[in-house]
């Protein structure tokens, strides 16, 4: 997927769509993971769509909940959405910006390979 160091840096149009790919993929589970934590607020909690859809994205962007669960299974629902909602975050994060990050080291090392 990636050049070797001792290869030139891919050509832009390459790097574009490897962002893209990464992207695209981050972004799907993040879709997913929200997708999953609405309905497991609606059907646990029994919040409109638009609440459920509130409750999930603030855990998926780390700010915490909105409503206070109520139920034994809607505590129990929040508590493992949050911690799955904070790897989600960081892993989307991390798929996001590998490409950026492979393309400035890979840069300086094959600087290096060129002396």
Not at 57 to 72: E, I, K, Q, R
């Amino acid at each position: 997927m990636y050049e070797h160091r001792h290869q030139a840096p891919a050509k832009p149009r390459v790097f574009y769509a490897r962002v893209a790919r990464h992207a695209a993929v981050g972004m799907g589970a993040i879709a997913f993971s929200l997708g999953m934590g609405m309905v497991g607020y609606a059907q646990l909690e029994g919040l409109s769509w638009i609440d459920a859809f509130l409750d999930a994205s603030m855990l998926l962007g780390g700010m915490g909940p909105v409503h206070t669960p109520a139920t034994f299974g809607g505590k129990l629902f929040a508590g493992l959405y949050a911690l799955y909602a904070g790897l989600v975050f960081l892993a989307s994060a991390t798929l996001m910006i590998t490409p950026f990050v492979h393309r400035a080291l890979h840069r300086f090392h094959w600087a290096q390979d060129q002396e």
